[in-house]
């Protein structure tokens, strides 16, 4: 079974457009958030959701929106698509602030 | 504010030679120490973690790390390596309480025959 997964793998897309990303975790944990890596692999946090409620914002464009329906899922929303919004987004859970546990990731590709 | 130092940016070693991956952390509080391990298109996946107890921590595929409080440090070694072991190595730690995450700039390990 897989603990977090996300959909899609792979996002070609053009500039200017608006796409989302989601993500579900079996696991039962209660926070989840996005990262994004950039292309010198480089991992930053995005966002933070705890039982539904956002508890982290990183400086993060306006553009990018997360939307936790249930505690677990987390997707997040990207509107008006830029070229440097291509990276690969990471979902992941934890339960607490311990541990956290990462899906496949989703490479995001805008032209 | 926490922060993470991984001090190589890529190792390349022989199979079967052992290896140190170094990682130092910067922070005034009480810290959770994890090593993350991404294989090529993979996530991440845990490698192993520090969060109270025993200073060396052992992973199941025979990594270990030590966390060290008066050097800041917590490197990761193996005593032999393999080839399925090439793959990015990220340090990562947290202030215990906060669920933000601070990684590292990542570990190129690549293991030649």
């Known amino acids: 079974d897989t603990a977090v997964s996300q959909t899609p793998k792979y996002l070609v897309t053009q500039m200017g457009n608006d796409k989302s990303i989601k993500c579900e975790q079996n696991?039962?944990?209660?926070?989840m958030y996005w990262y994004k890596q950039d292309s010198k692999k480089f991992l930053k946090i995005m966002f933070s959701y705890n039982n539904k409620e956002l508890i982290i914002n990183e400086t993060v464009p306006n553009r990018f929106s997360p939307k936790s329906p249930d505690k677990a899922h987390l997707n997040l929303h990207i509107n008006s698509l830029e070229l440097g919004d291509s990276a690969v987004y990471f979902c992941?859970?934890?339960?607490?602030?311990?541990?956290?546990?990462f899906g496949p990731g989703t490479r995001l590709t805008v032209t | 504010a926490q922060s993470v130092t991984q001090l190589d940016s890529q190792v390349p070693v022989f199979e079967e030679a052992p290896v140190e991956l170094r990682c130092n952390y910067s922070?005034?509080?009480?810290?959770?120490l994890f090593w993350y391990v991404q294989y090529p298109n993979q996530g991440l996946q845990l490698l192993l973690k520090?969060?109270?107890?025993?200073?060396l921590v052992e992973s199941i595929n025979g990594f270990e790390a030590e966390f060290n409080k008066s050097q800041t440090s917590f490197h990761l070694r193996k005593p032999s390596v393999h080839i399925s072991d090439t793959a990015e190595y990220f340090c990562a730690v947290n202030r215990r309480g906060s669920e933000k995450l601070v990684f590292g700039k990542g570990t190129k390990l690549t293991v030649n025959p």
């Open positions: 922070s005034s509080v009480s810290v959770y």
């Open positions: 696991l039962g944990h209660d926070t």
């Open positions: 520090y969060l109270s107890g025993s200073t």
């Open positions: 992941a859970s934890s339960r607490d602030t311990y541990e956290q546990y």
